[in-house]
């Protein structure tokens, strides 16, 4: 009888035996390839964590004990064991999502999606719980070992060590891997524990030796286990590295014995204080295709056949990242100053294709944006030239990095922010769409916004020019888009798309809104109303040729794929108004609002930036309003409306 469709929540599990439950593991495996495979999603991770999060929710009763997920794209298990076992639509609309998700579930606490977090919320809530008298309860934090090479879980650690009297278990999910293989001095200690002789031979012979010796000696190996100069730690010193801390450390065990598992959680549960869980797993566990994938052992996987892993179908064209992956290469060959830096994210953000071509010029400093952005200060002023690449929601983490090591000493950093603007079905937290309105804030920044594939080379060459300010060029998720020729590059490096014989609707796209905006005005024209569509290239500073084409029409649109507050909209209404330019602008963007997983399209249309619905709003303002229009050739009159004149009128 099957096992899985029996749970439907977490304290179903207490029923099971050790024996059901190992069969629950096996059934959960099956379910994840078979279901993952048709949608898509984080297949590697959570194959790794099975039996670890079956045990998790045997010992401890969520939510009442918060299980926190660091980053979280390894919480499909605990969605399954939490009653949520309808992934047909999983990171689709009105499907689940790929990270915990609180509107789902009363066992999702922390749904940002951001690495080395949890153990600072972990030290929160255990610290609330004490204080408001629920000493009874505990607090879980599941991290990675990846999410050790960041900087704030050893801020956590020094905290959470100062503070003995709470019910707190950290387990370390120790896999050797974040996206790929991990990065540092810290990697390659655990990786010492892991492939240790004296380890792995100690640890299987005193299991099966205690084990065949009956439960009275079983106890007894619980115990030497688990105690702090534990039987095993003794020759892997891994112990001592927590001790320090004044943390206590039990492991490190088998992330897939499940006997094991349980017998040191209940250790940890019973000992009242902060405790380290130390669990060795195989990412990708029970699934051929991803542990022979040796790129990132299917992290996040398409559409794939489950029997082979093969994708099901291969992306149309040159992705945005494999563009700017030759270019840098191409880059680097001629300039031997050209270095790349990134955050444990070497293949995702093409740096790969650099590193196999100049090893000794690429670092991966590991999840650690803040060290990456500094670090980059430092060669700058060491008369290199680093290239910075990450998703543009991790650069939100580095800001103060930016502004105060980069920006405030002049350095010549340029930074690659891959995945800007709406990525669709990773969610809120991996949404690259602050990255416009926060930049910006930085003074003498250069901030390009390729429409296609020649210009994201264009401007990549022409951001590792500039030596004395930082420079980014930002780039979406997916396929890039069709070449997109202009009519005229104007001296400020402005690209002209379109001209219309009358100047009644200028249309400044940012990036591959470009695209959209020549359907806008294509809509417009067919109603009478001449448009002018311009890419900027570069669109922060807003160049001067802007400024002398809004001045000349009657009605400005700027649309931008991130945040409308304070976005590129914003900075172009401020630079007219100081040049004395009185043309009404809107601004087109996206709210101000944490945006839900659906595809990128559901989420444009949501924030009316479509072709159709621009062009509505600008004919609506046209027909009978105050502001004339006029048309040289028939001298006939058109009309804005009042709230045009309104710096934004979708506020």
Known sequence: ?????????????????????????????????????????????????????????????????????????????????????????????????????????????????????????????????????????????????????????????????????????????????????????????????????AY?????????????????????????????????????????????????????????????????????KSYGAPVIVHAITDKGRGYAPARSDEADQFHAVGKIDPITGEPLASATGDGWTDVFARELVAIGAERDDIIAVTAAMLRPTGLQLFAERFPERTYDVGIAEQHAVASAAGLAFGGLHPVVAMYATFMNRAFDQVLMDVALHRAGVTFALDRAGVTGPDGPSHHGIWDLAMLQLVPNIRIAAPRDAVRLSEELREAVAVSDAPTVVRYPKGSAAADLPAIERLADGVDVISRAATHDVLIVGIGPMVHLATEVAERLEAQGIGATVVDP?????????????????????????????????????????????????????????????????????????????????????????????????????????????RHDSRD
Do not use: C
């Open 200 to 268: 792995r031979t100690l640890h299987r012979s005193s299991d099966s030796l205690f084990r065949a010796l009956g439960p009275a000696t079983r106890a007894v190996y619980r115990g030497v286990r688990g105690a702090t100069h534990g039987f095993l730690s003794r020759f892997t010193n891994n112990e001592a590295l927590y001790s320090n801390l004044d943390i206590k450390y039990l492991g490190p065990v088998d992330g897939h014995d499940l006997e094991t598992l349980l017998e040191t959680l209940t250790l940890a």
């Open 1 to 197: 009888m099957a096992v899985l469709p029996t749970i439907t929540g977490p304290r179903d599990l207490d029923a099971l035996d050790l024996p059901q439950l190992e069969q629950l593991a096996g059934e959960v495996r099956e379910f994840l390839i078979e279901n993952v495979s048709r949608t898509g999603g984080h297949l590697g991770p959570n194959l790794g964590v099975v039996e670890l999060t079956i045990a998790i929710h045997k010992i401890f009763d969520s939510p009442q004990d918060p299980i926190i997920f660091d980053t979280g794209h390894q919480s499909y298990v605990h969605k399954l064991l939490t009653g949520r076992q309808d992934f047909s639509a999983l990171r689709s609309r009105e499907g689940l999502a790929g990270y915990p998700q609180r509107s789902e579930s009363i066992h999702d606490v922390v749904e940002s999606s951001h690495a080395s977090s949890s153990l600072s919320w972990a030290d929160g809530v255990s610290r609330a719980l004490t204080r408001t008298g629920r000493r009874d309860r505990h607090v879980v934090a599941v991290v990675g070992d990846g999410a050790l090479t960041g900087g704030m879980t050893w801020e956590a650690l020094n905290n959470i060590s100062d503070d003995n009297d709470r019910n707190l278990v950290i387990v370390v999910n120790d896999n050797g891997r974040s996206y790929a293989p991990t990065i540092g001095g810290m990697a390659r200690y655990l990786n010492r524990v892991r492939t240790a002789d």
């Open 537 to 645: 290239r570069w669109v922060i500073p807003v160049q001067p040729s802007i400024v002398e084409l809004a001045r000349s029409h009657r009605l400005v649109i700027t649309i931008e794929d991130g945040i409308r507050v304070g976005g590129v909209g914003t900075r172009v209404r401020q630079v007219l108004r100081e040049a004395g330019v009185d043309t009404a602008v809107d601004e087109l963007g996206l709210p101000d609002e944490f945006i839900p997983h659906a595809t990128r399209e559901q989420i444009l249309e949501d924030a009316g930036l479509t072709a159709a619905k621009i062009a509505q709003d600008v004919v609506s303002q046209v027909l009978g309003t105050r502001i004339p229009i006029a048309r040289p050739s028939d001298q006939q009159t058109l009309w804005l409306p009042e709230d045009a004149q």
